[in-house]
């Protein structure tokens, strides 16, 4: 953001950025929390080859908690991201 830019400008921009970050994680959240689990019949009959666990039971029990803790990290690393282009950074 150039430096020219007043600070109502670089928080609404900064907010524009944090807001469309934060309604995308919520769509992949959404999306493993409940659109895969409605679907747990047909993907019971895809089998995971090593595991030789049904995709749906799968899913169901540990799919979407690793989704979720991945999705954790990865909105942390891209917010501090978003932050530090705007100049709002926590000093580490």
């Known amino acids: 953001m150039p430096e020219s830019a007043t600070m109502k400008e670089r928080e609404e921009a900064h907010w524009s950025k944090t807001s469309r970050l934060m309604f995308m994680h919520l769509g992949v959240w959404f999306f493993f929390g409940f659109v895969i689990h409605m679907f747990v019949v047909p993907l019971n009959k895809i089998t995971i080859p090593i ?10 029990a540990q799919g979407s908690l690793i989704v979720f803790v991945v999705m954790l990290f990865m909105f942390a690393k891209q917010q501090d991201k978003i932050d530090r282009e705007f100049g709002f950074a926590e000093d580490d």
């Open 51 to 60: 595991l030789n666990f049904p995709l749906g039971f799968y899913m169901a």
